[in-house]
C-alpha cells in the first residue's frame, strides 16, 4: 500500500516566500521529506510551477545544483524551468543537471563510453540516418527484391518500439505488425547488421544513447556508483509518458539513495503508440512500497461545469489513481453535445459556431482522434474563408498517401498529366525516375493513348521486374479509364475503391508504420466522393481546397482557429474547444476489436478502451471555458452510396445527465 501526504503546516523559507507562491498541495511536494515520491499533477494543476520551487527548496536546503537531476521531456522546457530558478534565487541554473534523458544520457556516455567500445567522439544518428542504414541493410540482403518488404522506414520504427520497450523483435511484430509475422528474422538480421556497422562507424543513433546507458550502469557497478552519488535528488516530469527502458535508467541510477520523485498525471497517458509505458506510471508504487503519494487537484484552467464532465468520464476507467479536480475559476457554461445528422452537418455547425464565438480565434481549438476527421471540417472552413492551422501533420489533401491515391485518377481523368503518370507508376516496384520518363516520352508520342501502354512497344527495353509491374499499372488504368473489360463503375468512389483494393492498400500495409491509420484516410476521402456523379468534379473540387492555402496563412501570426489531434494538443489550453466525430468506431477506436460498444470485452480491449477514455479526458480538458462535443447520426456505409446508422460514442452515452446540456 502507498500513503497519500498532504502538507498541513504553514512554512516560510529564506528568499522565497512558498507560503504565497504556492497552495496547500503543491507546498506537500515542495517540502517533501525525500525518498520516494508520486506526484500525481491533474491537468491545469500548476505541475511545471511546483517542480520549479521543488528544485529552489532544494538548493535552499544545502543540496548542490549539481546534485540534482531534472529529467524532462524537452530541453526547452528543461531551460525555462531552470531559468525560473535562478530568478528565485539568483544561482546558476546550469549548474543543475536538466533536460531529456537522451541529453542526459549523451552527457554520461560522452565520459565513459570506451567501456563499451565505442569512441567519445561517437556521431549522433538522427532518424533518417538510421533509415538509411537499414535501407543499405536490406539490399545488402536483397531483401528490397521482395515488393512486400517494408520499407526502412517502417523496420526502423519497429526496431526502436523493441529498443524502448525492452522486448524482443518477435514480441512487438506479433503484438503491432502481426501482417509481418514471417519476416522476423529478417528484421533480426537487419538489427545484428546496423548494430555492427555502427559499432564500426562509431555512431550511436537515438535509441542507443538509452541502451547503452542501461547497459553502462548495469555492467559497471563503480559508473553506477559514482552517479548515484552525484544525483542526491532525481525529479522526472511527465513520468506517465516515459517508456519501460527510461523508467529502468531513472531506477538503476536512484537505487543508492531512492530520493526520486516523479510528476505525471495517469490520466494523461496517451502515448502508448510510441512506446510510452502505462504502467511505468501506475505501478510506481509497487516498485517503491514506501511511496509518498501527492495529488494535486486544484485546476487553475477550466470551469467547473468543463470538469465535472472530466471527471465523471475518467471515473470510468478501472486502472488509476482516483482524483477529482475543483476549479478556481467558478461553474461556468455547461458543455454541449451536439447531435448532427451528417459528417458535413458538423462540419457545418463547427463553422459557424466558431464565427459566432466572442473570443479571438486564436482562442478556438478543434480536437479530433483521427487525422482525417479533419477532412470536411478543412474544407469547410476553407470555403467560409475562416483562416485555420493544421496541427495534427500536414493538410489532409498534402498526406503523401491522398496524393498517391489521387494520381490515378489524375492521369485517367487527363492523361496528358505528366505528374500524376509519373507519380502513380513510382509506387511500383523496379521503376525509377530514369524510368517513368522514358516511359511517359514513349507515351506522349503515341498521343497519350491509354491503349498503347498495353503493348509490346511501351514496355520496350524494360527489365522483366519492370515489365511485369508496369503492366500491373496498366491493367489498372486501363480498368479505371472503361477502356478494360470490366470497369468496376464509373463514379469516384468506384473508382478510388478500386484503386485501394487493386495494390495500393497492400503497398500502405509494408510501407508504412501508421498503416491502419493512413487506410482511415482514404476510407474517409472515399465516403466523402459518394456525393460526387463524375471524375470531373470530384478533382475539380479536391483541386479547389488541396491548392487554397489556409486563408490568412500568409499571417500565420494573426489571428487562426487550431485543428490538432489530441496527442499533439497535449499541454496546451483555449477557450473554446469542439470535440467532433464522437461515434462508436471512430473515438473509441479500438483496433482488432469491438468498436460497438458492446460488454464482454476482452482485458486487452479493456486497457484500449481505458486509454481512448484518457485521451477523451485530454481533450476535455484543454477548455477554459466552452466545451462542444459533437456526433453525427449518419455517415456512408464503407464508401457505396448507402447511408448507416451510427451510435454515439460510449464516451458520450457514460456520461451523467447533469453533466450537459444538449443541442439539436
Excluded at 507562491?21 to 505541475?47: D, Y
Excluded at 549523451?106 to 538510421?130: A, M, P, V
Excluded at 528490397?144 to 522486448?167: C, G, H, M, Q
Aim: charged letters at 25%; hydrophobic letters at 40%.
Amino acid at each position: 500500500m502507498y500513503r497519500e501526504y498532504l502538507f498541513k503546516e504553514p512554512c516560510g523559507s529564506r528568499g522565497v516566500d512558498f507560503e504565497k507562491e504556492l497552495n496547500e498541495e503543491q507546498r506537500g511536494v515542495v517540502f517533501s521529506k525525500g525518498g520516494p515520491c508520486l506526484v500525481i499533477a491533474g491537468a491545469g494543476s500548476g505541475k511545471t510551477r511546483t517542480l520549479i520551487y521543488r528544485v529552489a527548496k532544494l538548493v535552499q536546503d544545502g543540496v548542490p545544483p549539481t546534485g540534482i537531476l531534472l529529467v524532462t521531456f524537452t530541453n526547452k522546457a528543461a531551460r525555462e524551468m531552470l531559468s525560473r530558478v535562478e530568478s528565485l534565487l539568483s544561482l546558476d541554473g546550469t549548474d543543475v543537471w536538466g533536460g531529456t534523458f537522451h541529453h542526459i544520457a549523451n552527457l554520461i556516455l560522452r565520459r565513459h563510453i570506451g567501456l563499451l567500445g565505442f569512441k567519445n567522439n561517437y556521431t549522433i544518428l538522427d532518424e533518417e540516418d538510421r533509415a538509411d542504414l537499414v535501407s543499405m541493410a536490406i539490399t545488402e540482403f536483397g531483401l528490397n527484391e521482395n515488393k512486400r518488404f517494408p520499407k526502412a522506414a517502417t523496420v526502423s520504427t519497429v526496431l526502436s518500439l523493441a529498443a524502448n520497450l525492452s522486448v524482443g523483435i518477435d514480441r512487438i511484430i506479433a503484438d503491432r505488425f502481426p501482417y509481418m509475422a514471417e519476416l522476423i528474422d529478417d528484421f533480426m538480421l537487419i538489427d545484428e547488421q546496423i548494430a555492427g556497422r555502427k559499432l564500426k562507424l562509431n555512431a550511436l543513433d537515438f535509441d542507443d544513447l538509452l541502451v547503452l546507458l542501461k547497459r553502462l550502469l548495469v555492467e559497471h557497478e563503480d559508473v553506477r556508483a559514482h552517479y548515484s552519488r552525484l544525483f542526491r535528488h532525481i525529479l522526472v516530469d511527465e513520468y506517465q509518458d516515459t517508456s519501460k527502458l527510461q523508467a529502468d535508467v531513472v531506477d538503476i541510477v536512484a537505487g543508492g539513495h531512492r530520493n526520486i520523485m516523479v510528476v505525471g498525471d495517469d490520466a494523461q497517458s496517451i502515448y502508448a503508440f510510441r512506446g510510452a509505458h502505462y504502467e511505468n506510471i501506475l505501478g510506481f508504487t509497487n516498485r517503491y512500497p514506501d511511496a509518498v503519494v501527492y495529488k494535486l487537484q486544484t485546476n487553475y484552467r477550466s470551469t467547473q461545469s468543463i470538469l465535472d464532465l472530466a471527471n465523471a468520464s475518467i471515473m470510468r476507467n478501472k486502472k488509476q489513481y482516483l482524483k477529482q479536480l475543483a476549479a478556481t475559476r467558478g461553474t461556468g457554461d455547461l458543455p454541449r453535445i451536439v447531435r448532427c445528422a451528417s459528417t458535413e452537418e458538423q462540419a457545418s455547425f463547427i463553422a459557424k459556431h466558431i464565427l459566432a464565438e466572442d473570443v479571438d480565434l486564436n482562442e478556438i481549438a478543434v480536437l479530433y482522434r483521427s487525422h482525417y476527421h479533419s477532412m470536411e471540417i478543412q474544407m469547410e472552413l476553407t470555403r467560409l474563408g475562416i483562416p485555420y492551422e493544421v496541427r495534427s501533420g500536414v493538410r489532409f489533401f498534402e498526406q503523401a498517401h491522398i496524393k498517391d491515391i489521387l494520381s490515378f485518377l489524375r492521369f485517367v481523368n487527363n492523361t496528358r498529366d505528366e505528374l500524376a503518370f509519373k507519380r502513380a507508376l513510382k509506387l511500383y516496384p523496379g521503376i525509377g525516375m530514369k524510368t517513368s520518363a522514358s516511359l511517359w516520352e514513349a507515351f506522349a508520342k503515341k498521343d497519350y493513348s491509354i491503349p498503347f501502354l498495353g503493348t509490346d512497344g511501351a514496355a520496350q527495353g524494360l527489365s522483366s521486374r519492370a515489365r511485369k509491374t508496369f503492366r500491373d499499372f496498366y491493367n489498372l488504368v486501363s480498368l479505371l479509364s472503361d477502356t478494360g473489360a470490366d470497369t468496376g463503375g464509373k463514379l469516384p468512389s468506384d473508382m478510388l475503391l478500386t484503386i485501394l483494393k487493386s495494390e495500393y492498400e497492400e503497398y500502405m500495409r509494408f510501407a508504412y508504420a501508421n498503416f491502419e491509420s493512413r487506410l482511415d484516410d482514404i476510407r474517409q476521402l472515399i465516403n466523402y466522393s459518394t456525393r460526387f456523379k463524375t471524375t470531373t468534379e470530384f478533382l475539380s473540387e479536391m483541386a479547389l481546397v488541396a491548392t487554397v492555402v489556409s486563408p490568412g496563412a500568409e499571417e500565420r501570426e494573426k489571428e487562426h482557429v487550431v485543428l490538432s489531434s489530441i496527442h499533439q494538443a497535449k499541454g496546451l489550453e483555449w477557450k473554446v474547444v469542439f470535440i467532433p466525430w464522437l461515434v462508436d468506431g471512430k473515438f473509441p477506436v479500438i483496433r482488432n476489436g469491438r468498436n460497438d460498444g458492446s460488454d464482454g470485452i476482452s482485458e486487452t480491449e479493456s486497457d484500449a478502451i481505458e486509454e481512448e477514455r484518457r485521451l477523451f479526458y485530454v481533450a476535455a480538458t484543454r477548455a477554459k471555458d466552452r466545451l462542444y462535443l459533437s456526433y453525427q447520426e449518419w455517415l456512408p456505409d464503407k464508401g457505396s452510396h448507402n447511408t448507416a446508422i451510427i451510435k454515439p460514442s460510449r464516451f458520450l452515452r457514460e456520461l451523467p445527465s447533469y453533466a450537459y446540456e444538449t443541442q439539436e
